[in-house]
């Protein structure tokens, strides 16, 4: 599975525990909508450490949290 996608699949699992939308979670965190939408859809984008960071901040949790899944082995 490419990166891409796993961060994708993660994000959207990160929302769904928490019951809100990836475009909230895009706008509370500060991030541009169309750096989410890329982030969800296109396969070969790859999101920079800070949009990470950020999203991961707003989520309370740290990036060892977020890479900790199925997803990255």
Do not use: W
Not at 6 to 28: D, F, G, M, N, Y
Not at 39 to 66: A, G, Q, S, V, W
């Amino acid at each position: 599975m490419k990166i891409g996608l796993a961060i994708a699949i993660r994000i959207v699992e990160l929302c769904i525990e928490r019951s809100i939308s990836p475009k909230e979670l895009s706008t509370q965190a500060g991030l541009p909508k169309h750096t989410m939408t890329r982030i969800l859809y296109d396969e070969n984008f790859e999101p920079r450490i800070e949009e990470l960071k950020r999203l991961c901040d707003h989520l309370e949790i740290t990036m060892r949290d977020f890479f900790d899944s199925y997803l990255f082995c």
